[in-house]
Antibody, heavy 119, light 110 residues
Framework: EVQLVQSGAEVKKPGESLKISCKGS????????IGWVRQMPGKGLEWMGI????????RYSPSFQGQVTISADKSISTAYLQWSSLKASDTAMYYC????????????WGQGTLVTVSS | QSVLTQPPSASGTPGQRVTISCSGSSSNIGSNYVYWYQQLPGTAPKLLIYRNNQRPSGVPDRFSGSKSGTSASLAISGLRSEDEADYYCAAWDDSLSGPVFGTGTKVTVL
């Protein structure tokens, strides 16, 4: 059974750094792209970027380029989403997703990680 | 950021048929498959329809998808209370070289 298990909810202050994780199991982690999707409170779904764990090829949505860092450690089947300096506007639910080979759209979703940034 | 347009809301009584539209362009829906996702309240989205009209295992046949030109539709027949959720369309966009989501439609069962 394919599973994506994300790290738990986080409460941070503006300016702090953060790294959340997504562990894949039940499939070959290095053979599928992993993506990150943001959902702000009461809003829709937004693509952030994708990574191919096999070779760490990473692509960012223009809206998120330079704002976050996506990485992966294939030895432990885990992908990461990282911020160096959080802002209140980063408050949102973040989902990791497994992407189909073609087209690169999600078939499986993680349970989500709620990030709250407040002073 | 959304380049696929959906109506904000749709509603129906139990047993009715509800249709949700998704409008795009030649660079996304017009040249690529459309996918649909269901997000029940407080949960992560789930794949509902793939490749325009295919249902993953476990998705009831009350849900059906179609595509024509640069638009797509999701139909829910025999509406049930448990269908109350947000629905999102998605497609690959050749111009952006990335995926795009629809704006989302909230379905209410009256």
């Amino acid at each position: 059974e394919v599973q994506l298990v994300q790290s738990g909810a986080e409460v941070k202050k503006p300016g702090e750094s953060l790294k959340i994780s997504c562990k894949g199991s039940g499939y070959s982690f290095t053979s599928y792209w992993i993506g990150w999707v943001r959902q702000m409170p009461g809003k829709g779904l937004e693509w952030m970027g994708i990574i191919y764990p096999g070779d760490s090829d990473t692509r960012y949505s223009p809206s998120f380029q330079g704002q976050v860092t996506i990485s992966a450690d294939k030895s432990i089947s885990t992908a990461y989403l990282q911020w160096s300096s959080l802002k209140a506007s980063d408050t949102a639910m973040y989902y990791c997703v497994r992407l189909l080979p073609s087209p690169r759209l999600p078939d499986y979703w993680g349970q989500g990680t709620l990030v709250t940034v407040s002073s | 950021q959304s380049v696929l347009t959906q109506p904000p809301s749709a509603s129906g009584t139990p047993g009715q048929r509800v249709t949700i539209s998704c409008s795009g362009s030649s660079s996304n829906i017009g040249s690529n498959y459309v996918y649909w996702y269901q997000q029940l309240p407080g949960t992560a989205p789930k794949l509902l329809i793939y490749r325009n009209n295919q249902r993953p295992s476990g998705v009831p046949d009350r849900f059906s998808g179609s595509k024509s030109g640069t638009s797509a539709s999701l139909a829910i027949s025999g509406l049930r209370s448990e269908d109350e959720a947000d629905y999102y369309c998605a497609a690959w966009d050749d111009s952006l070289s990335g995926p795009v989501f629809g704006t989302g439609t909230k379905v209410t069962v009256l």
